[in-house]
């Protein structure tokens, strides 16, 4: 009994687990980058203050200074809530002389 194997060639066997051999009607998905990579809501308490804050920018800085212009600064000193509490208000003050750098 003669009984050669030819190693040299790939194994062509159909693939089970392959799209192409299966009754699936795949179709590719598209990727679209967002136009910002983060999204800040504030909230006092229990209240949400002033609109949501999307970062474009590979860097964000969060401080409690005012700077509507810089489109990489969530600025807490622009949101104002009349029915901030003493406690808050503390609060606030604190983060102003702080600052939070974010990298993307």
Not at 75 to 101: D, F, M, P, Q, W
Request: hydrophobic content about 30%; proline content about 8%; overall charge negative.
């Amino acid at each position: 009994m003669n009984h050669s194997m030819d190693t040299s060639s790939p194994n062509l066997s159909p693939n089970p687990v392959s799209p192409t051999h299966s009754n699936l009607d795949l179709q590719p998905v598209m990727y679209c980058e967002p136009a910002f990579w983060c999204s800040i809501s504030y909230y006092e308490l229990n209240q949400r203050v002033g609109e949501t804050f999307h970062a474009s920018q590979p860097s964000l800085t969060v401080d409690g200074f005012t700077d509507p212009s810089n489109s990489e600064r969530f600025c807490l000193g622009l949101l104002s809530n009349v029915n901030r509490n003493a406690a808050v208000e503390l609060t606030r003050r604190h983060i102003g002389t702080n600052t939070l750098k974010i990298n993307r």
